[in-house]
């Protein structure tokens, strides 16, 4: 399209097919990376879906606003992306479906009504990039993953918190407990995966590597990427980023911040040196919009899914 035709709304109007348009950053309709809203998946690549939940935090809530608040944050990155040399929308059909509609009124149903989401869009064989929203939502996730392709996903988890203390009710909602159920119940492969910026302790790290925030500060990101494909192989992989894995400084916009953390650039640097997993699903979660400032942590997040974006469109041909 034309730069100097007057068009915007591209998130409305725009065909639902690989492209960048140009769109005055201030105005028009946000939806993610200015991708169409549509829930016609036939020849799309990767569905971009919000699941706005923010009832299993154990601090401050307000994460439900997440996915709005990153949608936003993308305005500015429907153009070709340093370093990457090119738009992931150039070279993936990218749509955005919308939000996962949950009952927060019944929560005893939130977990099915988000597994029951990720299925309806993996069946039509695209791919999942998903906004939170508190990071319980990446268990029903992983089921849905597993489930599709038959076999336990290595996980690469960003997070200040490892989310696998010991939780054995199977109704709870709990954001930090996640990862226990879901390497007991065979979700997770524990051996090929990895935990990235962690600073919270645990007795027991379900044999999951530990690449600690301490370990990025004083082996680099490099060595940290070199060190995350090396135990990861060619498993299929599970890419969650909770913010909070960056530091405060960088991303206070969230529900339970800690001190030491990773600096945004560090996290680029890692995630782009993960070009050679196989990223079967993808997701950004815990921002929360009432605690950030000039909208920092929500920029933060519309980067770490336009890298992860990045990821994938980088296995695409040119």
């Known amino acids: 399209m034309n730069p100097a035709t007057p068009v915007n709304d591209h998130a409305i109007h725009r065909p639902a097919e690989p492209g960048v348009d140009f769109e005055a950053a201030y105005a028009g309709v946000p939806s993610f990376m200015r991708r169409r809203f549509t829930r ?4 799309v690549d990767v569905v971009v879906s919000g699941v706005p939940l923010d009832i299993a935090t154990t601090y401050r809530t ?52 988000i597994a029951n989401h990720a299925r309806s869009i993996l ?21 849905a993953h597993a489930e599709r392709l038959g076999r336990p996903l290595a996980l690469v988890h960003f997070d200040a918190h490892c989310d696998t203390w010991a939780d054995d009710e199977p109704d709870s909602l709990n954001h930090g407990t996640m990862f226990y159920k879901a390497v007991k119940e065979g979700l997770v492969d ?3 995966s990895v935990q990235v910026g962690i600073r919270t302790w645990n007795d027991d790290f379900m044999g999951i590597e530990i690449l ?4 990025v500060h004083e082996r ?32 206070p916009g969230t529900g339970t911040p800690v ?9 680029q640097r890692i995630l782009r040196g993960l070009q050679p997993l196989d990223l079967a699903g993808l997701d950004v979660v815990e921002v929360a919009p009432a605690y950030d400032h ?12 336009a890298e992860q974006l990045c990821l994938l469109a980088a296995r695409r041909p040119a």
């Open 62 to 113: 307000g994460a439900r606003l997440g996915p709005r608040a990153i949608r936003a944050a993308t305005v500015q990155l429907n153009e070709r992306l340093h370093p990457w040399g090119f738009s992931p929308c150039e070279r993936l059909n990218v749509i955005d479906w919308g939000d996962c509609v949950l009952d927060m009124h019944r929560p005893h149903t939130v977990h099915d009504a």
């Open 220 to 251: 680099g990101p490099a060595a940290i990427a070199q060190r995350i494909v090396e135990i990861v192989g060619d498993a299929p992989t599970y890419l969650t980023f909770d913010i909070d894995c960056l530091d405060p400084a960088f991303a």
């Open 190 to 192: 524990p051996k090929r």
């Open 259 to 267: 001190s030491g953390g990773l600096s945004m650039a560090q996290a």
């Open 294 to 305: 000039a909208e920092i942590t929500a920029l933060a997040a519309a980067h770490v899914a």
């Open 123 to 143: 069946a039509s064989g695209a791919k999942m990039l998903t906004l939170g929203g508190d990071h319980y939502i990446t268990y029903p996730l992983l089921r």
């Open 40 to 43: 016609q998946l036939d020849g």
């Open 212 to 215: 600690g925030a301490d370990a």
